[in-house]
């Protein structure tokens, strides 16, 4: 019996030291819709900013196209971007998972924020991720552990989803943090982003901390710009890009701490409108509409086909000054009976006209270079055929982006060529074998974002946070 009690006792006494050591959380049940009061209208969706309580707690839900609580039993955000902003804690937060709906579609680009800071680290693959969303498929998480300079009670939380789909979520579990939280360093540059026009005043952001603990400081391209043991900067001799990161490890009050600053260093240069097409000169391939001019950005590194998208300015110009950083221009080679389209990348645009079932109006992009007959026409723009007998258009109906047809299509116009002024070059030249970087940003829908967006972006051809 003596030996009986004592292994209950010790049973016992695992259990409770199995109950203390289980980290503690609470849970946003989502598939209990009973508790989370519905938004207004019949078909139970909403597009403006709103708050929903499940009693306890409440969450504030945007999206750009709609949310609502779904009674099979999850949250549904909206495509094109939404948010989530979670109840201010009593507790000091280290980890928040997002459980996704089984047989979800792909719901990429998420993470956690404190107000417009990224205060996270996504420590599993990309949640909900199960392809085709018609299809089923097992409930997947997104774990992210919360940096430690941002585990105090009263941090309110913000999820941010940006995606082409629908997001699906059943539950969001909101971890405690265990033992004693220490205090976070503070460190910060007074401007996240420095965008520095050569030629002009620069004004160099200035460095804070509150951590005791010794901050180092570095960059990733003293040619553009370098910091000094105080965390002043100073450009450099060259353009481009440098990262200025401060580092600071844990003590016995401060935790680790880092903060970075990403400057930029460019000059504009100019194109000019071109009457006529000179062989191995650089042009953008241009559009005017609706009294606004529009240029063709070449697709994002990864593309192997798809439209030209573009970037607008106001008013019918003539002359269009791009910032050196942004390496838009198309390269044209006499090539058999033609020219050959190059991009910043090294790729030629062509169209695949080896099988007829795939008679697309996108462009195809590859190594090898291919002929388009270029005509110039006597109001400025220019016929621009390929051999299938299909001739580059901008903008069929609303949209704003060239592709290649057989025939004009309704709204459409054809393209100007503005040629880059003699003497002027970017930073990014082009290479017939060696594709290039050019530091140009886009979304996870292909769409070129600039150099204050902020979220997942994919640059030469890598994903990145931009916090």
């Known amino acids: 019996m003596i030996k009986t009690l004592r292994f209950t006792l010790m049973a016992v006494m ?77 507790f000091a937060v280290s980890k928040i998972e ?27 693959g990309a949640a909900m991720d199960t392809g085709n969303p018609q299809k089923t ?63 002009t005043p620069f004004t160099a952001p200035t460095f804070s901390k509150e951590t005791t603990a010794e901050v180092k400081f570095s960059s990733n391209n003293e040619n553009v710009a370098k910091v000094d043991a105080k965390g002043v900067i100073s450009l450099g001799t060259a353009e481009g890009e440098a990262v200025i990161t401060a580092e600071s490890a844990e003590n016995d009050v401060y935790a680790a701490g880092k903060a970075t600053c990403t400057i930029y260093v460019w000059h504009y240069v100019t194109y000019k409108k071109a009457t006529e097409i000179e062989s191995g000169k650089k042009y953008l391939i241009v559009a005017q509409r609706d009294n606004k001019t529009y240029y063709a950005m070449p697709m994002a590194k990864t593309y192997t086909y798809g439209y030209l998208q573009t970037q607008s300015k106001e008013g019918t110009l003539d002359e269009l000054k791009i910032e050196s950083s942004y390496d838009d221009n198309f390269v044209f080679t006499t090539c058999e ?15 695949d006209t080896t099988d007829p079932t795939k008679d697309y109006n996108s462009f195809n992009l ?8 270029v005509e110039p026409k006597a109001d400025g723009t220019f016929t621009i055929s390929f ?4 001739f580059i258009q901008f903008g069929d109906g609303t949209y704003t982006s060239f592709g290649a047809y057989a025939k004009k299509m309704d709204k459409t116009v054809l393209p100007m060529l503005f ?3 003699e003497g002027q070059t970017g930073i990014n030249n082009i290479h017939t074998s060696t594709a290039v970087k050019n530091n140009v940003m886009y979304n996870l829908a292909g769409q070129r974002v600039n150099k204050d967006y902020k979220g997942l972006v994919i640059m030469n051809g890598k994903k990145m946070m931009i916090k």
């Open 337 to 351: 009976d033609g020219y050959s389209i190059q991009d910043c990348y090294g790729r030629y645009l062509y169209m």
């Open 419 to 421: 040629v880059l002024g």
């Open 98 to 124: 997002v459980v996704g709906h089984a047989g979800a579609s792909a719901s990429v680009g998420q993470n956690i924020f404190v107000g417009d800071k990224a205060v996270s680290t996504e420590t599993k």
């Open 387 to 390: 051999n299938n007998g299909k």
């Open 137 to 199: 498929g097992d409930a997947k998480t997104n774990a992210y552990e919360i940096d430690p300079g941002y585990q105090a009670a009263g941090n309110q939380y913000i999820l941010k989803v940006t995606t082409k789909h629908n997001t699906q979520i059943t539950k969001i579990l909101v971890y405690k943090q265990e033992g004693a939280v220490k205090n976070s360093a503070k460190l910060a540059f007074s401007e996240e982003k420095v965008n520095h026009e050569v030629g």
């Open 14 to 90: 695992l259990l409770v030291c199995g109950a203390i050591s289980a980290q503690e959380k609470v849970t946003l049940d989502f598939t209990d819709n009973s508790k989370w009061k519905l938004p207004e209208g019949s078909d139970n969706k909403a597009k403006e900013s709103k708050e929903f309580s499940n009693g306890t707690y409440t969450v504030t839900l945007a999206a750009q196209t709609g949310y609502y609580f779904n009674t099979d039993g999850y949250l549904m955000l909206g495509k094109n971007g939404a948010t989530l902003t979670l109840p201010k804690f009593d």
């Open 366 to 373: 590859g190594e090898k270079a291919v002929a388009w007959t």
